[in-house]
């Protein structure tokens, strides 16, 4: 009975033109990201061409010094350091591409990090290089084509918060370019996947799957001779009409999430490569320490995480469309009551109990690299209790809706 | 039992609806209610179904309390056609009653060709005509062959032809053992189908046998309409001549009487047809006073 009743809410979905229509905006949405995500990817031969013509120019140059000269050996030395750099690029052999870039990092870093000077917050603070290096390293182990420019402006972590241009202040230009380079594109699958995650798994995703199931219970006529009335003919238990709305807009949501990455990772290998399952995300951890996790376990965790704010948001939603019984003030009232917690919970942060506020929680690929928890320096904010509080949280709107609707079915006239 | 409400009252804050509905049904019958607009057939037979809570009394179907759902593993209620979802098809709607009531999947051919709808069965209801809705919702009422049926206003949108398919099909489920309760507007229909009325005025129910008050009424066309109705008033019978067509009651004229005086006068009848208005001249004696004004919908 239940898998037919939720075959029956599933099909009663999907056959809407409403939902086919919003799907397919979102796969527009997808392969319009995916293009411009393609056209912002540094491609291998662009660095190779720059690379090529940094060393003509220094060629020329070259020329010009007199051989034998002390000049000429140290212009030398630096020229054939980024020759061997540039073939490496041409070769692909990626581990000598980082040993060059790990090999310009400041000499005394490892002596920083010994006496642990993590006090600064320019950029790039020591955790930002040391991060750095802990990337490259990560990636010439496992031999994986990094994503491009490979530059110092390139990275940048949760801790710089000034750009001071020759070490002094808080520059605008340098911040921008900073922004702009680190926020670097990659049109592989897996990297793609990761740029739609980070886009998508936040509040506006929230808000597409909120108007996409926001009628779910509404449209069924509820205190009215509406469609609610052929369910409640048939030999079904009265609270199971609305645990199968639940689940199959739950399900629906699984399949939408799973078909989003399938979407992405497809794009991407069609129009580049598959890309790496384990490309480093960077997650931060308590007193500047830090580890990195496969970016396919990133997207993963970031996935299921949304999922449990997706089951907050619904729980919301059954709540008021209980309350109400229309649609518009349903959907209006779940959407001002995520955004009035979102506010309020901001205002709170700071508390002993922020870490129970489910709405702290929405922006889930920054809990899963616990970029939050470093901003605010508060490590509470992590994946395992983000699930916690959602599904509690969820727990107790749907225990409420249960309460509604028996009192309601007592209440009817 | 098939059918046992007791005592059933209901009111909408303090305006009663329904005053003390008693109804008791042991064996299969055909039952009409007729009533007004607003008489509270429809709320009745939500109430008997549980969609609509009810202030005192009791409600048992096919001996069971109605708030227990497994009563709609017998008991099928053809409602008004918003139930229906839009988007689906016919098929999803009767292959989803099939799935919830655990019956074969065959049978859906089976319904649609006894209702007349096989051939729309697979587009999506949001392009069905009333009528085709109306074939629908009678599908997903006997798909499960229910021991009591309840129909609310079951002709609404048919044409004749299906009219006539639904009474023959309500005719044969009556004689396969199913008990019917139907609402209707449509009088001449109530009379080919039964002789037991309720009527319902005011929340109230008015048991009638149709067999005290059921009457033919004939319609006689003649090759001398004009000597025919000298002769019968000579003959002091009472009957009325519209374009050419004699109409008498069977209560008031007896047939073979008016026979013998057409043929005594050499006049030849060339049709007779019969009409039963029981159920028509029980309404209007009971319902007359209502204002004229009001929609008199029966």
Known sequence: ??????????????????????????????????????????????????????????????????????????FNNIYEKQRDEADAYKKEDWPAVFNRQIELLPADLDSNIANRQYYTSSFPTLFTMETRRAQYNWLSEKDIEPVFWLW????????????????????????????????????????????????????????????????????????????????????????????????????????FLAGIGVVAVVLGTVFD??????????????????????????????????FMVLLFSYSLLFLFSLLTKRTIIALGLTIITILLGMQLADQAVLSSFAHFIPFHYFSTPKIVTMEMAASLKNFNFDYANGMIVLGVGSGILLVATYLLSLFQYKQRV | MIVQVSNLKKHYKKQPVLKGIDITIESPQIIALVGPNGAGKTTLMNCMTNLLPFNEGSVELVGK????????????????NRILY????????????????KIPLSHIKEVTDRVGMTGYMKKRVRNYSLGMKQHLLLAMSIINKPKLLLLDEPLNGLDPTSAINMRNILLELYEEGTTIILSSHNLDEIDRLTNIIYFMKDGALLKESLQDFSSNQYFVNVDDPLKATTVLKQAGISCTMIEGVISFLEIEVILQNFLDIMKANGITITSIETKKIGAERRYQELFAKEKTDETVAI
Request: net charge negative.
């Open chain 2, 65 to 80: 309390k109605n708030t227990d759902a497994s009563i709609f593993y017998e008991v099928s209620y053809l409602q008004d």
């Open chain 1, 152 to 255: 110092d402006v390139s990275w940048k972590t949760a801790y710089d918060l000034y750009y001071p241009m020759a070490g002094v202040g808080d520059d605008d230009f340098q911040r921008q370019i900073v922004e702009k380079y680190s926020n670097q594109y990659s049109s592989t699958g897996i990297y793609f996947t990761n740029h739609v995650a980070n886009l998508f798994f936040s509040m506006g995703g929230v808000f597409f799957f909120l108007l996409l199931f926001g009628d779910i219970v509404t449209k069924e006529g509820l205190g009215t001779n509406g469609s609610i009335h052929l369910l409640r003919t048939q030999p079904i238990n009265r609270h199971s009409i609305l645990v199968s709305k639940f689940l199959s807009v739950m399900f629906l949501s699984f399949l």
């Open chain 1, 1 to 74: 009975m239940g898998i037919r009743m939720l075959q029956f809410e599933v099909n009663k979905i999907v056959k809407t033109k409403y939902f086919r229509m919003l799907s397919f905006i979102l796969l527009l949405f997808l392969i319009a990201y995916y293009v411009y995500a393609y056209i912002n990817t540094t491609r291998l031969e662009e660095v190779v061409a720059t690379l090529e013509g940094t060393l003509e120019g220094m060629e020329t140059q070259l020329s010009k010094i007199e051989e034998g000269t002390t000049d000429f050996e140290i």
């Open chain 1, 273 to 306: 490569r598959l890309g790496d399952w384990n490309y480093p995300v960077l997650v931060y951890g308590e007193e500047y320490s830090f580890e990195f996790i496969n970016m396919g376990i990133f997207i993963l965790k970031s996935g299921l995480l949304f």
């Open chain 2, 86 to 101: 839009g988007d689906l098809t016919g098929y999803d709607h009767l292959k989803f009653i099939c799935h919830v009531q």
